[in-house]
């Protein structure tokens, strides 16, 4: 019976797909949208675990609106690509580019992340390979408490990381994001044969990290799991899941970008 019911949703889903895709009802596009309105909410609501609370939860769902309309006209069903896939990373663009809007990260901060950044960067090449917490912490003339202070500050400025332009594509608008091959989706042409070419590198920049760096990716980027769930996988903190993700993005920003 449970099965049954799921498959009549299915067809309503795909019927409502191909009068606003072949018939342009508006009645059918306003209940997509209606439909995929608990999905902005969820990205939204993941995007703020990551944010001071001085922003408004209310305010990135409003981006993230504006990024489903946007993944609702440049869909495509022939891509063979879940439409939740493809309107998960439209949404979320549309959120971070709102922030950036905003601008408010403080500028002490945005200094403090390109410091780190550097340093990484520069013990990358020295040692070969990524350097440890202890490693980076004594680079910057901190003891590792101090230094993992540091790394919860910027969480937030760090956000943006995997939204950067990983190669540039013949759509301006469309560039390849290094979260695009982070997150599966469907990809124009011209970004799957960037993405040939990119996600070796990846792939190498991954594999360098260490195994709970690895880890706290593939939980939050792939499994879906919130900070605090992925704390309790690893039985730690969250404060500490927010410290590790954040060192993780900058290795693989530096790496990448």
Request: charged share 30%; no cysteine; proline share 2%.
């Amino acid at each position: 019976m449970k099965n049954v019911s799921l498959q009549r949703e299915q067809n309503r889903i795909e019927e409502l797909w191909r009068r606003y895709k072949e018939d342009d009802d508006a009645q059918a596009r306003e209940q997509l949208i209606e439909e995929y309105i608990p999905l902005v909410k969820y990205v939204a609501g993941r995007l703020a675990m990551n944010l001071p609370s001085s922003v408004d939860v209310g305010d990135l769902e409003s981006f993230g609106f504006f990024g489903l309309l946007d993944a609702l006209e440049k869909y495509d069903a022939d891509r063979n690509t879940k439409f939740e896939t493809y309107a998960t990373t439209r949404v979320r663009g549309a959120i971070i580019d709102g922030l950036r809007s905003l601008d408010w990260v403080p500028r002490s901060t945005r200094s403090k992340a390109r410091l780190v950044e550097s340093q990484i960067y520069e013990l990358t090449n020295d040692l070969g390979r990524t350097p440890t917490n202890e490693e980076v912490a004594a680079a910057l003339g901190l003891d590792l408490d101090e230094y993992y202070g540091l790394l919860s500050e910027l969480k937030g400025a760090n956000l943006f990381s995997l939204d950067e332009a990983a190669a540039a594509t013949e759509q301006p608008g469309d560039n390849l994001r290094i979260l695009d091959l982070v997150v599966d989706q469907g990809l124009l042409p011209d970004q799957q044969v960037v993405e040939r070419e990119s996600v070796e590198e990846l792939a190498a920049a991954i594999d360098q990290l260490s195994e709970r760096e690895q880890l706290v990716l593939a939980l939050y980027y792939h499994e879906d799991l919130t900070l605090r769930e992925i704390g309790h996988v690893l039985n730690v903190s969250e404060s500490r899941v927010s410290q590790i993700h954040t060192k993780a993005i900058m290795t693989l920003r530096n790496r990448l970008t």
